[in-house]
């Protein structure tokens, strides 16, 4: 297992990807991509602050400037939606990610799980679609071996009988788990409940997020709203309530050996000039545990 960082988290408190990282001392980060097939550079580049990924030539030149940067991708993160009236064009372009990753030996295609207008269908449905949606995504890039990590986002991805259901109908080993290490929480599971779902889906992770809430002790083991006060809860890794030593356990039991992906969401509750202090205590955290 290896640390890696989320672009949006890093650009938080560095001008560049390539100065974060060195900061962090990490190897890898995880990049969005975005609709336009384009990702961020992670070092300046004349006249340029994204790369495209459309073409072969435009792919071998991003793969030469990760190259001289030193770094690598541990996934890409897709912000898809299988929700959507024009479900060809999600799927076309989940597509094309995979292809930019598997040229580009990136390991993990991030889905999200949530779907625009879920909680009006009922959950068979959403499965059905989602599982759909999955399978001719598999098909499309059966010549790959890029997998396809369903993070647990949002209001239905959080729940476990949801990943469950569409794991066991898709059924294919390229697809599995992102594991977010705070959603099962930001959820409104009790806490010791969180390590059981995370125990549960470990086998099946192939990326991570990880974040952390600090929750009054009292509210800790009850079941609560769903984002029970999350602004004013979230928190830096080392001091919230969730153990990541003991998640970090529970992966590697289950052979997990790819990244712990930082992903701090609390910066905006401290000055702005504390926020690469404060990741920098997170990246010396993720080594002890790691």
Request: hydrophobic share 40%; with cysteine; net charge negative.
């Amino acid at each position: 297992m290896y640390p890696s960082v989320r672009d949006h988290i890093a650009l938080c408190a560095w001008t560049n990807l390539k100065e974060a990282l060195e900061a962090l001392r990490f190897p890898a980060v995880e990049l969005e991509y975005a609709r336009d097939n384009s990702v961020f550079t992670v070092f300046p580049e004349p006249g340029k602050d994204r790369f495209l990924l459309e073409t072969p030539a435009q792919i071998d030149a991003f793969r030469k400037h990760l190259e001289q940067a030193g770094i690598f991708v541990s996934a890409f993160l897709m912000s898809n939606n299988f929700g959507a009236d024009d479900l060809e064009s999600e799927i076309a372009w989940t597509i094309k990610a995979v292809r930019a990753a598997d040229a580009l030996g990136v390991k993990t295609v991030r889905i999200d799980a949530i779907m625009h207008g879920e909680r009006e269908m009922t959950l068979d449905h959403n499965v059905a679609v989602f599982a759909d949606c999955m399978s001719k995504i598999l098909d499309a890039t059966s010549d790959t071996t890029v997998d396809l990590g369903v993070e647990n986002h949002g209001f239905q991805g959080n729940m476990p009988e949801f990943l469950d259901n569409l794991l066991s109908r898709v059924n294919s080993p390229r697809v599995g788990i992102t594991i977010d290490t705070g959603n099962f929480y930001w959820r409104g599971h009790p806490l010791s409940r969180v390590y059981q779902i995370i125990e549960h889906f470990a086998p099946f992770c192939k990326h991570t997020h990880a974040k952390n809430i600090n929750y009054p002790q009292e509210i800790r083991e009850i079941q609560r709203e769903v984002g029970y006060k999350y602004a004013e809860y979230v928190c830096p890794l080392p001091d919230g309530d969730i153990d990541h030593r003991k998640v970090v356990g529970i992966l590697k039991n289950a052979g997990y050996d790819r990244d712990l992906c930082l992903e701090n969401e609390s910066l905006g509750r401290f000055p702005r000039e504390q926020w690469q202090s404060i990741l920098m205590r997170d990246a010396d955290f993720f080594r002890q545990i790691i």
